[in-house]
């Protein structure tokens, strides 16, 4: 009987140490990603709000041993309090432009819709007056995508 309830015991202490692990290396690796660095990112287009309170930033990124992954990542940054979020990634090679107005943040690509993975379509953040704000962001293929250089 002890070994039995033993036993069971067990099997939810390890279910429960799987089940926190994931969530873990999801969190490192999917909601809080490496900020992009020189080695890994190059800059290709930064938009900031009139106020200059948010900023959307384009990287080109090749990450990972020999380079697995290569791809966009949009991240957004807030100066003030230094706060980085990224926002999307996309193994798509083509073309991008941000475009930033009216809290809303357009990211046009020539690649498929399907080629993008958005976080989320909605983010918060705060104003120059520290008032909290919503920025939308919407992604395109209008067609008029910029690839870097070509500007």
């Known amino acids: 009987m002890l070994k039995q309830i033993l036993l069971g015991v067990s ?15 999801y969190q490192k690796t999917t909601m809080q990603p490496d900020l ?4 890994d990112c190059e800059i290709q287009q930064i938009v900031t709000t009139d106020d200059g309170s948010l900023e ?3 990287y080109w990124c090749e990450r990972g041993k020999s380079t697995q992954w290569k ?14 979020q990224r926002i ?23 690649g498929k819709r ?18 909290s704000q919503s920025l939308s962001v919407q992604v395109s293929i209008r067609g008029d995508a910029v690839c870097p250089g070509s500007e």
Request: aromatic share 8%; glycine share 6%.
């Open 11 to 25: 099997a939810i202490i390890i279910t429960v140490i799987v089940i926190l692990g994931s969530a873990v290396i």
């Open 36 to 39: 992009p660095h020189e080695e």
């Open 56 to 58: 959307a930033h384009s």
């Open 71 to 84: 791809g966009y990542e949009i991240w957004l940054h807030e100066p003030q309090p230094d706060k980085w």
């Open 88 to 110: 999307m990634t996309t193994e798509h090679e083509g073309c991008i432009k941000l475009e930033l107005a009216d809290q809303k943040l357009e990211i046009n690509h020539d």
């Open 114 to 131: 399907g080629d993008m993975f958005l976080v989320e379509p909605v983010f918060l953040f705060n104003d120059a007056q520290g008032v």
